[in-house]
Nanobody
Framework: QVQLVESGGGLVQAGGSLRLSCAAS????????MGWYRQAPGKQRELVAV?????STNYADSVKGRFTISRDKNTVYLQMNSLKPEDTAVYYC???????????????WGQGTQVTVSS
């Protein structure tokens, strides 16, 4: 019903930049918040950044000042600057989606995109 498709991952040297994109499609009436999570090998998935439908943002302390989340309708972006090796992880897009005008919002996940930062 709802698909989240991420793009923009890759390999970059420390200090470099990458921009991730995530487009939501399918049966969508409304999306409240959209966000990015990441999971490094052997670690739990963690929140990186989230943006509400009103444009409010929240960031993990580890990425504040380096990453910027933005949104254009049903697409969310993550601009990542000054990347560090510890940013290496699979990055997942997440969205709260309402498929009709009266139901609850359900969470959907993208398939993930690998970001690797070399030292």
């Amino acid at each position: 019903q709802v698909q989240l498709v991420e793009s923009g991952g890759g390999l970059v040297q420390a200090g470099g930049s990458l921009r991730l994109s995530c487009a939501a499609s399918g049966i969508i009436f409304s999306i409240n918040d959209m966000g990015w999570y990441r999971q490094a090998p052997g670690k739990q998935r963690e929140l990186v950044a989230v943006i509400t439908s009103g444009g409010s943002t929240n960031y993990a302390d580890s990425v504040k000042g380096r990453f910027t989340i933005s949104r254009d309708k049903n697409t969310v972006y993550l601009q990542m600057n000054s990347l560090k090796p510890e940013d290496t992880a699979v990055y997942y897009c997440n969205a709260g989606v309402q498929i009709n005008g009266y139901g609850s919002y359900s969470r959907y996940w993208g398939q993930g995109t690998q970001v690797t930062v070399s030292s």
